[in-house]
Each structure stands twice: as C-alpha cells, then as structure tokens.
C-alpha cells in the first residue's frame, strides 16, 4: 500500500469494515490479551450488560472474570455477587487480588427479588461490577438490566446456560464458555461492532496449574475452529 | 435584624386534616360556656353551608357526614414546636408566638439561602408540604412582623422609614391588648394604628393603660423586645392523628411524609443526624406495630428517609387499622458536615450505603453479607460472612477453587485426572473437627476442573470446591 493511501485512510472519518467500534466504549481489561484484541474497547464493557453462556459450572467462568475483578476493585464501589450458587471463597478472592471489602453477596430469596436486586445495584451507580446468577430470563427483565447497567455505569455480567445462545437478548456482550484440551474456548456470539466466527482459546492456568500467588497475564492463543478449518 | 412570621391560621383545624391527602367535610368545635360552638371548618365543610360561630347541632344538621373534633390546644402547641423545629433547618434563631405563630430572625442566613425571595419561597414550599397553610410577612421588628402577618398583607418592609406608614394602616383589632381597650379605641374613632399614633401619648398611657403604649413603641422599634429562642428537645417524638382509620401500611406513607421533613429540621438544627428511627403505628385494640428503619451511616437526608420508609411500609402487615401514628427519634448522633462539592463531583458516583440499606430492607439482613478469609488451614474454616464493607485483611493465599462446596461430595477417584498436588492439611485436632486430607486440583471428563481430596483416614476421593 503507497504512502498516500495510508495517509487518506488515516482519516478520522473513514471506517474499515475490520474495525471494532471504538467510540465512548468504557471498557475493563480482561487480562487477557488476546480477549482484550477481540473486544470492543478492548476489554469488558462498561456501562453494559455482559451474557456469559455456560455448558457447566466449574470450567473457568469466573477466573475469567477475575483480573478484572481485581483491576476493579482498585476504584472504590461494591462489586456485588446476585443470587451465586455457592458463597464464593473469600481466600480464592483474596489470593487473586480482588479486595474483600468491596464485596457485596445478595442472596435473595425469590427469582423476582434476584432480578430486583440486580437492576438495583446496576443502576445505583456505586457497583462496579455486578455479578448475577438469575433463573427465569426473559427479554424485558434483561432489558431492565442492560438500561440498568447504562444509567449505572457499571459492568453487569449475566451467567446463564449455554441452551440459551440461540436466544434474542439484549446484552452488548455474549460470550459462550466451552472448556477444551488447550483451555478455554470463548465463542463471541455478540459484540459491538462486528461478528467474530472463530473461538478465542484463553489459557487460564498458564501451564499445568500449579501454585500461583500473584496474578500475572497468563498466556493466549488464536485457533482456527473446526468449521473455519474445514 | 430582619424578621419573618409565620401565622397559621388554621392550626386548630390542620392537626387534624393533615394526615390524609383527601379533604372530608372537618369541623373543630370548641366550648363556649355550656353550649359548642363550631371555631374553624374545613373547605369540604363550608360548601355544605357549615360556618364558623355556629353551634354544633346545626353543623350536624346541615352536614351529615361531618367529622367533629373538639380543639386540642396540647397537641396544638405540640405541633408548633415541631414547626420550629422544622424551622430550625433556615436559621438557629426561631421564637415561638403562641397559639399559632413563628417568628423568625434571618437577617444572618440570608446569603446561606441565596437571598430573602428564595428563602421565603422555601418556607412557604416547606408548610404546604407538611400541610400547613400559613400568612408570612416580614419587617425589621418582631412585633410589626408578627402584626403584618395577623393581618396577612405578606408585606416585607426593610426600610425603617417605610415602617410606621404601612404600619399605620393596620386595623387596631390585631393589637394584643384587652378586648376592653380595643372596644375603647374603636368607640373613640381610632380605627387603625395611624389613629392611635395621632393621639397624645400621655393621654393615650393614662386612658388606656401603659400597654398599648409599649406595645406600639415596640412594633415601631421605639422600645426593644427580648424574645426567647426556641430549643430543640433532646430526643425527637412526634404524634399525628389521622382524619380516617387506615387500614394499609402503604396508605401511612402520607402522613409520614407530613412528619419526616420535621424530623430534617430538627436535625439540621441541632448540627445531627440520625441511624435508627422508628415508626409507631398506634391501633385501638390491640399493641402498636413499631416499623425501625436503620441507616449504615448516621443521616438526615430527607428524601433518604423517604426512600427507606416507603420500601419498609410495603413490606409490612398491620394487624389492625391505623388511627395514629408516632415518629421516635431516640438517639440523635453528631454529623459531620462537609462541604458541597464545588465541582459536584460526588453526585456522579452513586451512594454506596444507600444500596446497602435497600438491599437489606428488601431482601432482609441476613440476605447481605460480605466474605472475609479466616486463619484457618481448614478449607471450610478459612473463611468467615461478615458485614459488607468490612476490611478484613487478607492472608497469603495458596491456589484455591472459587466455589468451595458446602459439604464435600463423595466421588470416584478413575474418573478424574490429577493436575497437581498433594497439598495436605493437616489441622483442627484441639477442636475435635479434625482433617487428614491430600488435596489435588482436577480435571473432571466434562472439562470441569475441580478441588479434591483423599481423606487419609478413610482413603475416600471427594469434591470440595470448583475452580470456576
């Protein structure tokens, strides 16, 4: 390409159909670099609702979530847990540098009381994170979510069951979590700005797992998914 | 000096009407020798023909739906003080004219209030919304003040030349002397204050006695007038009866709305804040219901108060109809005031205590907690609920799963890969709940990595925790 070109396609107001939507996006670090190469802004999205797709508990859907988390809870703000299925281990939390104080669990006692306590949080503005765990999803509750999480300004994040994906919804975000041999494979089913076919594989143990006290950016890789290779 | 006075007019009438929004035709009679005669009607009351001075039975005869109360002069005074406690939030120095007036001094918070148009305006938006009507005026002394509002002209002199000519206009009537000297000043053709000016004083001193003299040199300023500031209560109550038995809990956010801005001002004047009230709502028959409304923080935010209190009357069930209600103040904490923020950058990060106490209202206090690490090598031990926002401290951590089971699930040992370990602990042998465990984080087939341990006392494999 000759220096001209360059020169012209430099122009703020020229967009390339490879671009990602950049404008006013707030966004968190995932950590991971290359999730954040894949994300709108460059991480998680703030000021909006995030779907996470899950086939099982346990296959590293919340250490995903973690260094952000940890980046998070450096502001000031509750990150509040809506409705988990287990009380999360405070050492775990600890160890990965997300700080106890800004912890919020609500364990609520009714579906409608969960979904209540979502909303609340997300729009109160002094979450900067809300983790909810809700049965009984539908689009006008998750609607209520995703403007919550506008007025907010804070990171909603919705853990839902993988049976879901082929669903409306009106999440900025949808990622389903596969757990693989060589890690986790994160499908990117909706995102601002663009549809991405292949799964982006996340190394959440850099390795074989073994003790690690300080979280550090652990290693990713790009793979081709079967139907690309195909 | 500059001084406001409020009259109420209507106070007799508005302890009893201003507890529901809704006007029934209301009448407050009083004795007059043995006969009752009625002393003030509401507007509902009037449109049915119902007129002050008559007596009661024919009140009742034109109105059959009327609702009667006899005057209550106790609950009446009360019910001043709570308005100048409630005054107290515009300036520290505020006195009492009973039956049914306030004067207050603002000469020194004006510019706190952003001038004498927007401070009055306050004060008149403030009684409305406690369901006061009131006459205000204003002048550089108590008394002409307090005659300007008598006579509810609403004027404001801060000119002492302009005082005596608008003044002067003022019927004699509204002078508090003996009904005798007012009926001799009228006999005589002095029909205003102006007339009484005209007069001779010595003559005027020795016909009608010192008083009305003094009284006219202090309205004028001639003569000084100590008046008595008004102190606040050390412990806030306030009781209000409803015009109709109410039989929801919601149906009390009304009346409580009447009493809560009260309780700001009393607040604001006595420099604290509150973290627990309550709401005492009282029932004929059987005991009171108390509704407690708890803050993280002390407060005295008025529509903070007003958020907690309608979210708490939802959830609550009245056994029995309402006819009164108490708000209780008991302990009254110091507030720190800090300034407002230049810039306003406060207002864009929301309030996290406000959250906390919503979410604790609706969904219960055992329904909020936080999560703290505990010193404890056994997993189940190491951690602790504790208070949301507690700064707990952290221990040095070891690799741990995220969800740490409730109870360990027994599982088979050939279904899972071992990634790493042993990691044994080995503790707890003083307190009887003793562990002998190797700990391995693994892969189960389904690609959940999992937490498990054999337990070395009976060689079984089980699941303590996730690593989600």
Known sequence: MNASLDLVLQHPGIWRGDQLAQAGADALPTGFAELDEQLPG?????????????????????????????????????????????????????????????LLV?????????????????????????????????????????????????????????????????????LRLEASANGLAVHILKRRGGHLSRPVMVDLYQGTGVRRTRPSAPKLSVVQSPREAA | MLWVALHFPALSLEIFSRGAAAQEPLAVIEKQ???????????????????????????????????????????????????????????????????????????????????????LNQLRSGLNEMGYASNDACAITPHAAWLLA?????????????????????????????????????????????????????????????????????????????????????????RLELPAQVNEAEGLNFAARRLLPELEGYLSLRQAGVQEFELVCCHEDVPDTVVRLGFVQPTRALERMHLLLRETLANTRLPAPVHAIKLNAKVILPLEIS??????????????????????????????????????????????????????????????????????????????????GPERIESGWWDGMDVARDYYVAQHKNGSRLWVYCDRASGGWYVHGLFA
């Not at chain 1, 809870?73 to 281990?89: D, L, N, R």
């Not at chain 2, 009037?46 to 034109?62: D, F, I, R």
């Not at chain 2, 990060?349 to 404890?376: H, Q, Y």
Request: hydrophobic share 45%.
């Open chain 1, 42 to 102: 460059g991480g998680w999205p703030r000021g909006a609702l995030t779907e996470i797709l899950i086939e099982r508990e346990g296959i590293g859907e919340l250490r995903l979530l973690l260094p952000a988390l940890a980046r998070a809870s450096e502001q000031s703000g509750w990150q509040a847990w809506v409705a988990p299925p287990h009380v999360p281990y405070a050492p775990a939390l600890a160890a990965a540098g997300v700080r106890l104080k800004q």
């Open chain 1, 106 to 174: 609500a364990k609520p006692q009714s579906a409608a009381d969960a979904w209540w306590t979502a909303e609340q949080a997300l729009r109160s503005g002094a979450c900067s994170a809300v983790l909810s765990w809700l049965s009984m999803p539908d689009e006008r509750r998750m609607r209520r979510l995703q403007l919550g999480a506008e007025s907010g300004r804070a990171w909603g994040v919705l853990f839902r069951s993988a049976s879901a994906a082929q669903e409306r919804s009106p999440a900025a975000l949808r």
């Open chain 2, 33 to 119: 020798g043995n006969r009752s005669r009625v002393l003030a009607c509401n507007e509902a009351a009037s449109a049915l023909g119902v007129k002050p001075g008559m007596p009661v039975s024919a009140a009742q005869a034109l109105a059959a739906r009327l609702v009667v109360r006899s005057r209550d002069p106790a609950v009446e005074q009360e019910s001043l003080s709570g308005i100048a406690a409630w005054a107290g939030r515009f300036t520290p120095s505020v006195s009492l004219q009973p039956p049914d007036g306030l004067l207050l001094e603002i000469s020194g918070c004006l510019r706190l209030h952003r001038g004498f148009g927007n401070l």
């Open chain 2, 150 to 238: 008598l006579a509810g002209t609403g004027a404001v002199i801060r000119e002492p030349a302009r005082l005596e000519k608008i003044l002067g206009a003022l019927p004699v009537r509204l002078l508090d002397q003996a009904p005798e000297t007012l009926a001799g000043l009228e006999m005589i053709g002095a029909h205003t204050l102006a007339d009484c000016l005209r007069l001779p004083r010595a003559g005027l001193a020795r016909r009608f006695g010192q008083e009305l003299v003094d009284e006219l040199d202090r309205a004028l300023g001639k003569l000084p007038e100590a008046r008595e500031f008004f102190v606040p209560p050390p412990s806030f109550e306030r």
């Open chain 2, 339 to 420: 300034n407002l923020d230049l810039f306003q950058d406060s207002a864009e990060s929301g309030d996290g205590n406000l959250l906390l106490e919503r979410l604790r209202i609706r969904l219960g206090k055992e329904a909020v907690f936080g999560i703290a690490p505990a010193p404890d090598h056994r997993p189940e031990l190491a951690w602790r609920f504790c208070e949301a926002g507690d700064d707990a401290g952290s221990l040095p951590g070891r690799q741990r799963p995220l969800w740490l089971l409730p109870k360990p699930l027994a599982c088979q040992h050939d279904r899972l890969v071992l990634k790493s």
